[in-house]
T-cell receptor, first 114, second 110 residues
Framework: DAGITQSPRHKVTETGTPVTLRCHQT?????MYWYRQDPGHGLRLIHY???????DKGEVSDGYSVSRSKTEDFLLTLESATSSQTSVYFC?????????????FGSGTQLSVL | GENVEQHPSTLSVQEGDSAVIKCTYS??????FPWYKQELGKGPQLIID?????GEKKDQRIAVTLNKTAKHFSLHITETQPEDSAVYFC??????????FGKGTSLLVT
């Protein structure tokens, strides 16, 4: 999957606990994204980053925070997980070059909040 | 923000037939329209994309058409095969930043 590693691949946690998902890329791409995928909703953007320490909110950012301290790593944190955050989370990367906009996805993290 | 509508949500075709999936978008500034295929348990994979300065693009059995005036674009798959069975997503954005996705079409080829 285009040099993208998501960890963990599966996680079960309890309501109210903090959770951090990690995305690691080996492509040196500038842009990194976190999407969630839910039945009936498709893929919805949570947060994205356009460089180290440069992040912005997406469509469904409430309850999530992100950090990018290195080009290769983009972390998604659920400060206090809720059952509504049970979902499949996908990391994606792109060069961010308007002449090469292609977005590549990781394999996803299945998160269950009980 | 951009709103992308995708139809149909499910599509069943016989092997060898053609399949067409349609999407509409709301933001006239959108200029990049990719299509993704997602197989079970995997992340979405880009299969074809088109920019707003092009009306049609083909890649073997797959083609995408774009009507900027009507703000809609379509994916056409000819001579469908069982391995084409998957969920397909359309998306739209300005210059590829922060793609907005449709809700997906589950294609079954029997």
């Amino acid at each position: 999957d285009a040099g993208i590693t998501q960890s963990p691949r599966h996680k079960v946690t309890e309501t109210g606990t903090p959770v951090t998902l990690r995305c690691h890329q080996t492509e040196n791409h500038r842009y990194m994204y976190w999407y969630r995928q839910d039945p009936g909703h498709g893929l919805r953007l949570i947060h994205y980053s356009y460089g180290v320490k440069d992040t912005d909110k997406g469509e469904v950012s409430d309850g999530y925070s992100v950090s990018r301290s290195k080009t290769e790593d983009f972390l998604l944190t659920l400060e206090s997980a809720t059952s509504s955050q049970t979902s499949v989370y996908f990391c994606a990367i792109s060069e961010g070059n308007p002449t090469n906009e292609k977005l590549f996805f990781g394999s996803g993290t299945q998160l269950s909040v009980l | 923000g951009e709103n992308v509508e995708q139809h149909p949500s499910t599509l069943s075709v016989q092997e060898g037939d053609s399949a067409v999936i349609k999407c509409t978008y709301s933001d006239s500034a959108s200029n990049y329209f990719p299509w993704y295929k997602q197989e079970l348990g995997k992340g979405p994979q880009l299969i074809i994309d088109i920019r707003s300065n092009v009306g049609e693009k083909k890649d073997q059995r797959i083609a995408v058409t774009l009507n900027k005036t009507a703000k809609h674009f379509s994916l056409h798959i000819t001579e469908t095969q069982p391995e084409d069975s998957a969920v397909y997503f359309c998306a739209a954005s300005i210059d590829g930043y922060a793609l907005n996705f449709g809700k997906g079409t589950s294609l079954l080829v029997t």
